[in-house]
């Protein structure tokens, strides 16, 4: 069985989601259905989840609030027009939102429930929709689907426990549709995951029922294997391991939330990403491993990112002090700095960092500490470091990727600041100066992909 | 003014001091000679330390010891008779060696006494030869010089307050004739430095006394730009920076005691390595910065080194936790190990260490704590790893030597395990498999140096 997610911009509105039940008329595999909240459906559009929290702050601080409510159930109702519904589920919406305010729990489970509104109605109309088709399609509720979680508004995980109870929804015949982004807590209290968390809840659902695959449905064909903004139409990429994703949404690649995929990394579930306004496109599949043809590009991907900095110690005989490096991270830990590589010389080392974390004071606490701490003969910070990442499996086998790349940063006469690879050998990492990524990005491309 | 230090085969016997005499007649400005011990004449022959070493050894477990006496007297009556001076030094030193037998010091100290017998006994014969050839030269004991050590018998530092002491030579007029490898502690006790430690005299003197150059002289003509034993006569070395000079000899690359040179360094004072055996080649300059001419090679040397290993940790989402690296290189330090670098992907992290610091318990026990204290999803280690390490500051400006390095690689078929650039920009290294070596190392040298 497959599990299919489906993200806002699939859900915006009534067109939408006529091919979203196509997608899922033409495949007796979707079993299992997750939905965002309906998503901006024109560039200025505001979200469903947007409108919720307005209508949420007005109440909080006891304004009207009859027009942020209106907004909400008039972004319903055209849907449901639209699609031939009756409109019991609108009034319901009120109904359900009233009695949230008028409930007797802490304002803050009060705004967690009406965040929630939003992938509810929509799992409801959805089924009901499907139903008017004449599939068989029922609505369930998380808590119904067995998502217990912890105890964190905006940020709850997901307990063992509920898998096993998951489990038991492959024993549904027909459709199940069921709201993303929420769960319960084990004493029933409504909770939500963080912002985009209907790709948690899939995820979440797709190990729990073993699923053969997990399918994204987003609004673009697939994952490209460099910026479209810095390179014109690149190719897409047809296959990515986790490892792959991983290496690649770090640096500036936004697949999706690396954390909401952990369940079905665990769980070795293949992912599929696919466009619901283009559903014939094959999309990108994300997978546990995969067998590297010889002779094929070694490389799957290139991405960049700015805003690094630097921090480099020198200290002669630096090596002979046994705990120096982990000093030095001490260091950077006690200001709350987490670092992303450390390239050393036999005398020196590097820390390098995003540079957002350090601002001038921590700068001057942390090189004061230094100096005092580690007495180096010198201590200095460069910022205005970018990051470029080529990614690949097969990388590891093949002979020569690291020439290939750095006979492309030559050509595009880019000085090369810092490499790194080394340890899982799926990456090689170059560190350049910011104002060079562009041309940096374009040679390597073109080196590694025409 | 000068401060020459003779090594072991430069003293040997006769005819190599009479080379010794010829260097520092030739030259006005050699005014403060520094000396080791007769050392080995021939392959087979014992050096003079090695025999004090002997002597000790008997005298200590109450042997007879009159035949390892009798092979030092013998040792330096030779080369007192071959330069026609008068024996008195001769019985000096077997009433010496008597007397600190006969001292109430405790054993250690009189080993330490004693060996410190053959560069003090050279420096008399040597300055009493000088004076008969009408040179101005005296002996000066290292207490008068001025050398305060720590009470670290074997493993002696120098006392801050002795540079001004020190610096006082100057005022001296003729040649001083300083014996090497041992000083005294601020109560009058006898200390030697660590084995070889007549670098670390010469080099704390020609700091002390602030001079212009440091000639260390040894039996080979300069440095070499690559391990003669993989490339066959390769190119010499004319300058070197410090910091060139140590990301050289780490790897293999045994210029001298990267320790000895640190008084020198910390002072600026620039370094010469000259062939006593051939005074008239210029050798190798060791200084704090050089110019870099343009379109000159980047790169001043290539050193390779085997017997590491390393240590490979992965996790999803590692870079999330804070403290991660730091916990993992605190389990390392816990076990006593040091590193040499550490690698890391985005979710993974390797550390390179020397192998022969991981014996099989201490594998055993370091990735038992990592699995317990770190949750990684993988973790192993991989023996067999060898370093090159390519090193010249001109690679910091110079675009293209990480192509070059690269290409040569490929070139001989030599996969990369592992990059590291970045730290200094000093230096380019790279982790290949043991077996590559000489091809990677002949391959690079062609590339850099023809």
């Given at each position: 069985?497959?599990?299919?997610?489906?993200?806002?911009?699939?859900?915006?509105?009534?067109?939408?989601?006529?091919?979203?039940?196509?997608?899922?008329?033409?495949?007796?595999?979707?079993?299992?259905?997750?939905?965002?909240?309906?998503?901006?459906?024109?560039?200025?559009?505001?979200?469903?989840?947007?409108?919720?929290?307005?209508?949420?702050?007005?109440?909080?601080?006891?304004?009207?609030?009859?027009?942020?409510?209106?907004?909400?159930?008039?972004?319903?109702?055209?849907?449901?027009?639209?699609?031939?519904?009756?409109?019991?589920?609108?009034?319901?919406?009120?109904?359900?939102?009233?009695?949230?305010?008028?409930?007797?729990?802490?304002?803050?489970?009060?705004?967690?429930?009406?965040?929630?509104?939003?992938?509810?109605?929509?799992?409801?109309?959805?089924s009901e929709y499907l139903t008017s088709l004449g599939m068989n399609a029922r609505y369930l509720n998380p808590k119904?689907?067995?998502?217990?979680?912890?105890?964190?508004?905006?940020?709850?995980?997901?307990?063992?426990e509920s898998f096993d109870k998951i489990y038991r929804l492959r024993e549904y015949d027909g459709i199940l549709v069921?709201?993303?982004?929420?769960?319960?807590?084990?004493?029933?209290?409504?909770?939500?995951?963080?912002?985009?968390?209907?790709?948690?809840?899939?995820?979440?659902?797709?190990?729990?029922?073993?699923?053969?695959?997990?399918?994204?449905?987003?609004?673009?064909?697939?994952?490209?294997?460099?910026?479209?903004?810095?390179?014109?139409?690149?190719?897409?990429?047809?296959?990515?391991?986790?490892?792959?994703?991983?290496?690649?949404?770090?640096?500036?690649?936004?697949?999706?939330?690396?954390?909401?995929?952990?369940?079905?990394?665990?769980?070795?579930?293949?992912?599929?990403?696919?466009?619901?306004?283009?559903?014939?496109?094959?999309?990108?599949?994300?997978?546990?491993?995969?067998?590297?043809?010889?002779?094929?590009n070694p490389v799957v991907g290139i991405a960049s990112d700015e805003g690094f900095m630097s921090l480099y110690i020198?200290?002669?005989?630096?090596?002979?002090?046994?705990?120096?490096?982990?000093?030095?991270?001490?260091?950077?830990?006690?200001?709350?700095?987490?670092?992303?590589?450390?390239?050393?010389?036999?005398?020196?080392?590097?820390?390098?960092?995003?540079?957002?974390?350090?601002?001038?004071?921590?700068?001057?606490?942390?090189?004061?500490?230094?100096?005092?701490?580690?007495?180096?003969?010198?201590?200095?910070?460069?910022?205005?470091?970018?990051?470029?990442?080529?990614?690949?499996?097969?990388?590891?086998?093949?002979?020569?990727?690291?020439?290939?790349?750095?006979?492309?940063?030559?050509?595009?006469?880019?000085?090369?600041?810092?490499?790194?690879?080394?340890?899982?050998?799926?990456?090689?990492?170059?560190?350049?100066?910011?104002?060079?990524?562009?041309?940096?990005?374009?040679?390597?491309?073109?080196?590694?992909?025409?």
């Amino acid at each position: 069985m497959k599990v299919a997610k489906f993200g806002g911009s699939s859900v915006a509105d009534a067109e939408q989601l006529e091919k979203v039940a196509r997608i899922i008329q033409s495949d007796k595999e979707r079993r299992i259905i997750v939905v965002s909240a309906p998503g901006k459906r024109f560039a200025n559009d505001v979200k469903v989840t947007d409108l919720l929290i307005n209508l949420g702050e007005s109440y909080k601080e006891n304004r009207q609030y009859e027009r942020e409510l209106s907004l909400v159930v008039e972004r319903f109702r055209s849907i449901v027009t639209d699609l031939n519904l009756s409109d019991q589920v609108i009034d319901k919406i009120e109904t359900e939102i009233k009695n949230i305010f008028a409930s007797s729990e802490a304002i803050y489970s009060k705004l967690e429930a009406l965040k929630a509104v939003g992938e509810d109605t929509l799992a409801q109309i959805l089924s009901e929709y499907l139903t008017s088709l004449g599939m068989n399609a029922r609505y369930l509720n998380p808590k119904d689907a067995g998502l217990i979680l912890s105890d964190q508004p905006g940020g709850a995980q997901i307990l063992e426990e509920s898998f096993d109870k998951i489990y038991r929804l492959r024993e549904y015949d027909g459709i199940l549709v069921i709201p993303g982004f929420f769960g319960y807590t084990s004493t029933g209290k409504l909770v939500t995951f963080s912002r985009g968390g209907s790709d948690i809840t899939g995820s979440i659902i797709a190990a729990g029922v073993k699923a053969n695959l997990y399918e994204n449905f987003t609004d673009v064909d697939s994952v490209y294997c460099v910026n479209p903004t810095i390179v014109n139409n690149p190719k897409e990429i047809a296959t990515l391991t986790y490892k792959e994703m991983r290496e690649l949404s770090y640096a500036g690649f936004s697949v999706f939330h690396a954390e909401a995929l952990i369940p079905a990394v665990r769980a070795e579930i293949p992912v599929c990403i696919k466009n619901t306004n283009n559903p014939n496109c094959p999309g990108t599949m994300i997978v546990a491993k995969k067998e590297i043809q010889t002779g094929e590009n070694p490389v799957v991907g290139i991405a960049s990112d700015e805003g690094f900095m630097s921090l480099y110690i020198s200290k002669y005989l630096m090596n002979r002090e046994i705990g120096f490096g982990r000093r030095l991270l001490h260091i950077l830990e006690d200001e709350g700095i987490s670092y992303e590589h450390t390239p050393s010389g036999i005398d020196d080392m590097s820390v390098i960092m995003r540079a957002n974390q350090m601002d001038e004071r921590k700068e001057r606490n942390v090189i004061k500490r230094i100096k005092a701490e580690l007495k180096p003969d010198q201590v200095h910070v460069a910022r205005g470091l970018a990051l470029i990442m080529i990614v690949g499996e097969g990388m590891q086998r093949q002979i020569g990727t690291a020439y290939i790349a750095t006979k492309a940063l030559k050509d595009a006469n880019v000085n090369i600041e810092m490499i790194n690879q080394g340890s899982s050998e799926v990456s090689l990492m170059f560190g350049i100066k910011e104002e060079a990524v562009n041309a940096a990005v374009k040679s390597l491309y073109q080196a590694f992909f025409e």
